[in-house]
């Protein structure tokens, strides 16, 4: 039986993923921001749901990282994507998690991200494996670039936060075509 706790924080959950799902697929700035660019048909929010829930997973991580953390995986592309805002009292620290992983654009993320905290890059190097796990449809250049910049993450996270999961994943998947 679940402690009233972990009953909240499972339905917080539910909640946070049925937010993400209603941005990408009713409010999406395009047609295409409700689907995954590898085959077009993917729901946009199966990217968040397995950002976070990897995040969750990872058990050297404290728990109040993985909780806060997860909520700003759901919805990290939320404020670029879509037309939709944060759900109503999200707090000031997972506002600034996600407005702290959102960017113009990748060429502006691939600069700016370094004077961002810790925990961003943590949270991005999640994003950044999960775009490589389906980017088939990156053309070698754009592949090599996602991996040069995902293999500096894994490096930056790994000095902060250890040998997690998500540096191993990064590192296996990460390579050059």
């Keep these: 039986m679940q402690n009233s706790k972990t009953h909240a924080w ?3 959950l539910v909640h946070a993923i049925g937010h993400a799902n209603m941005a990408h697929s009713e409010f999406g700035n395009s047609p295409d921001d409700a ?22 997973q990872e058990p050297a991580i404290s728990i109040h990282l993985r909780e806060v953390g997860s909520l700003a995986l759901l919805w990290h592309d939320t404020l670029e994507d879509t037309t939709m805002p944060l759900p109503p009292g999200t707090t000031a620290e997972i506002s600034q998690l996600v407005e702290g992983m959102s960017f113009a654009s990748f060429d502006e993320e691939r600069t700016e991200l370094w004077a961002r905290s810790k925990e961003i890059k943590l949270l991005k190097l999640y994003d950044k494996v999960s775009n ?16 040069e910049h995902t293999l500096r993450l894994a490096i930056e996270v790994e000095s902060n936060f250890g040998q997690l999961g998500i540096v191993k994943i990064a590192r296996a998947i990460a390579v050059v075509k």
Excluded at 135 to 145: A, Q, R, T
């Design 10 to 12: 499972s339905q917080a």
């Design 35 to 56: 689907v995954r660019f590898h085959d077009r048909m993917t729901p946009y929010v199966v990217h968040p749901i397995w950002c976070a829930a990897s995040l969750l």
């Design 132 to 147: 490589l796990l389906d980017g088939v449809w990156m053309k070698p250049e754009k592949w090599n670039i996602y991996v």
